[in-house]
């Protein structure tokens, strides 16, 4: 019977992501369609290829076959802070969106006065539609899985670290014999792409507490998990949408 990993982050300065705190960890994923610049990664500018696949799962909730930015299921896609749209150079508190530079003078998704720019709180506990990769790159109708839906699509399906096209990753296959690849592309921290063919980290719409936010993590010794991470990292994004 599976068990879910839960892991709290609540270090202030500290990064912790399972593989994003091995700066020597070797880059050895493969092709990730377009290279490893901070940048668009999808081959050069092709139209995104914006499929889904039917898992039976209990919500009707439908998965992108592909990481945003990527045009292939193996492809690494883009990298994204936490609520923000676009990829980037570098990924830290001072290049983070929603803060005036550090982590405890966040000006959008706190709910602790101490962490706010000027103690600003909003309550707010998932993105909002402009804040969303998945929504503003691929267009209404698309989105981050929240929280709940990673839990679903964990509890749905049996999870193998696998080779797709020579690009290691985590295979999840569903009762209906329909699967979803997602590649382990790494992470991006600070300028550096960390970990790319080790582990993934993807990002969850969900707001965790604090300066963090909830995502899936993928890695062939422990298997897949969900846990939380500061919100400035620059981790994948799968998008999903409902049944019509």
């Not at 550090?102 to 707010?124: A, I, M, P, R």
């Not at 707001?207 to 969900?226: E, K, M, N, R, V």
């Given at each position: 019977m599976k068990t879910t990993r839960i892991y709290a982050l609540v270090a202030l300065l500290l990064f912790f992501a399972a593989g994003c705190t091995k700066p020597d960890e070797p880059n050895n994923g493969g092709d990730n369609n377009g290279g490893d610049n901070g940048g668009g990664n999808n081959g050069g500018g092709t139209t995104p290829v914006m499929e889904s696949v039917d898992l039976g799962l209990p919500s009707g909730t439908l998965w992108a076959t592909c990481n945003v930015g990527a045009d292939t299921p193996e492809g690494y896609g883009d990298y994204f802070a936490w609520g923000e749209t676009t990829p980037k150079d570098t990924y830290n508190w001072i290049t983070y969106l929603h803060c005036n530079g550090s982590f405890n003078q966040l000006t959008k998704y706190c709910n602790n006065s101490n962490l706010g720019y000027n103690g600003f709180v909003d309550n707010l506990?998932?993105?909002?539609?402009?804040?969303?990769?998945a929504t503003a790159n691929w267009g209404s109708g698309w989105r981050m899985p929240t929280q709940a839906e990673w839990q679903e699509l964990y509890d749905n399906t049996n999870g193998t670290?696998?080779?797709?096209?020579?690009?290691?990753?985590?295979?999840?296959?569903?009762?209906?014999?329909?699967?979803?690849?997602?590649?382990?592309?790494?992470?991006?921290?600070?300028?550096?792409?960390?970990?790319?063919?080790?582990?993934?980290?993807?990002?969850?719409?969900?707001?965790?507490?604090?300066?963090?936010?909830?995502?899936?993590s993928i890695d062939p010794a422990t298997g897949s998990y969900l846990g939380n991470s500061d919100r400035f990292c620059g981790f994948s994004v799968r998008a999903v949408r409902s049944a019509k």
């Amino acid at each position: 019977m599976k068990t879910t990993r839960i892991y709290a982050l609540v270090a202030l300065l500290l990064f912790f992501a399972a593989g994003c705190t091995k700066p020597d960890e070797p880059n050895n994923g493969g092709d990730n369609n377009g290279g490893d610049n901070g940048g668009g990664n999808n081959g050069g500018g092709t139209t995104p290829v914006m499929e889904s696949v039917d898992l039976g799962l209990p919500s009707g909730t439908l998965w992108a076959t592909c990481n945003v930015g990527a045009d292939t299921p193996e492809g690494y896609g883009d990298y994204f802070a936490w609520g923000e749209t676009t990829p980037k150079d570098t990924y830290n508190w001072i290049t983070y969106l929603h803060c005036n530079g550090s982590f405890n003078q966040l000006t959008k998704y706190c709910n602790n006065s101490n962490l706010g720019y000027n103690g600003f709180v909003d309550n707010l506990t998932t993105l909002e539609p402009i804040d969303d990769a998945a929504t503003a790159n691929w267009g209404s109708g698309w989105r981050m899985p929240t929280q709940a839906e990673w839990q679903e699509l964990y509890d749905n399906t049996n999870g193998t670290w696998h080779t797709r096209n020579g690009v290691k990753g985590w295979l999840l296959t569903a009762t209906n014999g329909n699967s979803l690849f997602l590649p382990a592309a790494g992470c991006r921290w600070g300028d550096q792409h960390l970990s790319n063919g080790s582990y993934g980290e993807y990002w969850s719409s969900s707001f965790f507490d604090l300066h963090c936010a909830w995502y899936f993590s993928i890695d062939p010794a422990t298997g897949s998990y969900l846990g939380n991470s500061d919100r400035f990292c620059g981790f994948s994004v799968r998008a999903v949408r409902s049944a019509k």
